[in-house]
């Protein structure tokens, strides 16, 4: 707070300014200016009146609660200490709700409203996000509510104002896929044009490893006794390091008859170096697909992404008769939803059953049925 004296034509005028905090919460505060008053006496009866002023709004300011800036800032904190989610995922939550509710930032979060809600989500569509997407930032939105009202950081509010919004029906996406015969194209097509990825491609088709899990494979993974690749680490390329899979547990891969060749090429090759696959320009970026979709596309071949090749393992294994139940444990799924949608892809569930059908009548009979029907 504070009452200064300037000169304007000659003549001495004063300037208030006032600005109050509040006492429980740094993040609320009440600013007011005033200039042009004649004396300082009328300067100072000013000044307590804003000072009152900015009190009285502080109170209701405080009555609603947090801001949703602050209350997104308490979340963050809550997510750090006692929510069990990964760095990424958490950094993730947080981008998605700060981008997309910057307008949101100093208003009481009690004021927030299924309108407000409504035109964030309408402007995702308006934009061209998907259906999906959408669904994804309301129920981010709808944690961040949930956890203002159950830790009292949301004052009168009973329930998320993200309750009652719908979408229309969320389609699966079919994944994409090569058959058989592309992805031999692409692996005759990058051996024979001696193409620096040719090795990470077999061995991510032969293997069914995720992108970080193929980047963090050393030599002493390889059981060349058992036959069986240990998966224990992968490397997250957003964060420049190498931890636990995505799943959390380790589990083995079998080492079939073609793999066990690329790998020893491979071995001959390696020299000194740990790392079962070469470390190739772009690939600690997160470049690997798009070079795998620019490869495919000058082949003429489907311009898929690289997580295609670990679908295309799963898919081709369905096909070949291997229990889902296995696929599973190979590729480290937790559970079978995952799994079934590689089956469906496959259709594998589907092809012939119905021929075990034997419900209509002979041939013979169902003739003198045709023949009497038409007389």
């Not at 949703?68 to 308490?74: A, H």
């Not at 947080?94 to 309108?115: E, F, P």
Request: net charge positive; glycine share 6%.
């Amino acid at each position: 707070m504070a009452v200064k004296g300037y000169q304007k034509d000659d003549k001495t005028f004063y300037q208030v300014y006032v600005n109050v905090r509040s006492k429980t919460n740094q993040s609320l505060r009440a600013q007011r200016k005033v200039s042009g008053i004649k004396t300082e006496k009328d300067a100072l009866k000013v000044e307590k009146e804003l000072v009152r002023e900015c009190e009285r709004e502080i109170f209701e300011k405080e009555s609603l609660g947090e801001t949703w800036r602050s209350l997104v800032d308490q979340w963050e904190i809550h997510l750090t200490q006692e929510a069990k989610l990964q760095e990424t995922t958490r950094t993730d939550y947080l981008s998605v709700v700060r981008k997309h509710t910057s307008s949101w930032g100093m208003r009481a979060a009690s004021s927030i409203t299924s309108a407000d809600v409504r035109e964030v989500l309408g402007l995702l569509k308006t934009n061209g996000n998907s259906i999906s997407y959408q669904n994804s930032v309301k129920i981010i939105l709808n944690r961040v509510f949930t956890f203002g009202i159950e830790y009292g950081w949301i004052k009168g509010m009973e329930k998320s104002p993200t309750f009652g919004i719908r979408f229309g029906r969320i389609e699966e996406k079919k994944p994409e896929i090569l058959t058989i015969q592309e992805i031999r194209k692409l692996l005759e097509n990058a051996k024979a044009l001696s193409h620096d990825w040719y090795a990470v491609w077999s061995t991510a088709l032969l293997t069914g490893l995720r992108n970080g899990e193929l980047f963090a494979l050393l030599w002493t993974d390889v059981d060349w006794e058992n036959k069986v690749l240990s998966i224990t680490k992968s490397y997250n390329c957003r964060k420049r390091e190498t931890k636990g899979t995505k799943s959390g547990h380790w589990r083995t891969v079998p080492i079939s008859s073609e793999l066990e060749l690329l790998l020893k090429e491979l071995k001959l090759q390696a020299g000194a170096r740990r790392e079962i696959l070469p470390r190739l320009p772009g690939w600690e970026k997160g470049m690997q697909a798009k070079i795998l979709r620019t490869f495919c596309a000058g082949i003429g071949l489907p311009s898929v992404k690289f997580h295609t090749l670990r679908a295309c393992f799963a898919t081709q294994l369905i096909r070949n008769g291997v229990p889902p139940i296995q696929i599973q444990k190979i590729c480290g799924w937790k559970d079978l939803e995952t799994m079934q949608r590689y089956v469906r892809l496959a259709g594998i569930e589907t092809d012939g059953v119905t021929e075990s059908l034997k419900v209509l009548p002979d041939h013979e009979a169902m003739g003198k049925v045709v023949s009497f029907t038409r007389k």
